[in-house]
């Protein structure tokens, strides 16, 4: 069974400082994606990433694929309130349709 | 419609009830997939659709569980005799492609007492 292990599981952090977020496998996986949920919603697709050592940026988000595509990370730079959620990623396999959703990463900044 | 509907947003039923829950995907979203999301758990899958076809129902807990999907668009998923365990978010999301990303809608929160 493929897994995803989300760490850590809980953050808080004060507005402006830097974070990561991990997301591990031992599986690999032919793409992963990251969503972001907030409190009475379903999850948001923020990035899809496919490349082995992929990195992508959304503002002050950025997404890297590990090289071996069994890992990923997000870093938030300058966090502010409104990145307040639950982080989740997901991966897949090429050739199957059902993601694997990790353990979730709960992030609060406080203002 | 602009996205995914899913309808109650909230259902507090009786332990033994029947209930039905239903999913409104994009226009022309031909994959349609059921998760469920219990207190400070991840997502765990239920089903997925393919067209008006269900290639996978593994993650169906047990036989009180079904689902179905009509036209190639609107699902609902039934649980039978709900027992206090079934409490949880239920999200349904679709996607254009197998592989594509999802789109969820904004879930249904059942409670049962």
């Known amino acids: 069974t493929q897994l995803l292990e989300q760490s850590p599981q809980f953050l808080s952090i004060q507005e402006g400082e830097n974070l990561t977020v991990y997301c591990n496998s031992s599986s690999v996986f032919s793409s992963l994606q990251w969503y972001r949920q907030e409190p009475g919603e379903g999850p948001v697709l923020l990035v899809t990433?496919?490349?082995?050592?992929e990195v992508k940026k959304l503002k002050r988000l950025t997404f890297q694929f590990g090289d071996a595509r069994k890992d990923s990370s997000l870093h938030i730079t300058a966090a502010q309130p409104g990145d307040t959620g639950l982080y989740l990623c997901?991966?897949?396999?090429?050739?199957?349709?059902?993601?694997?959703f990790g353990t979730g990463t709960r992030l609060k900044v406080l203002a | 419609g602009a996205g995914v509907s899913q309808s109650p947003s909230n259902k507090v039923t009786e332990k033994g009830k029947d209930v039905e829950l239903r999913c409104d995907p994009i226009s022309g979203h031909t994959a349609l997939y059921w998760y469920r999301q219990s207190l400070g758990q991840g997502l765990e899958f239920l089903i997925y659709f393919q067209g008006n076809s269900a290639p996978d129902k593994s993650g169906l807990p047990s036989d009180r569980f079904s689902a179905e999907r009509t036209g190639g668009s609107v699902s609902t998923l039934t649980i039978q005799r709900t027992q206090q365990e079934d409490s949880a978010v239920y999200l349904c999301?679709?996607?254009?492609?197998?592989?594509?990303?999802?789109?969820f809608g904004s879930g249904t929160r059942l409670t049962v007492v």
């Open positions: 997901a991966g897949v396999n090429s050739g199957t349709y059902k993601y694997i």
């Open positions: 999301a679709s996607s254009l492609e197998t592989a594509g990303g999802y789109t």
């Open positions: 990433v496919v490349t082995g050592g």
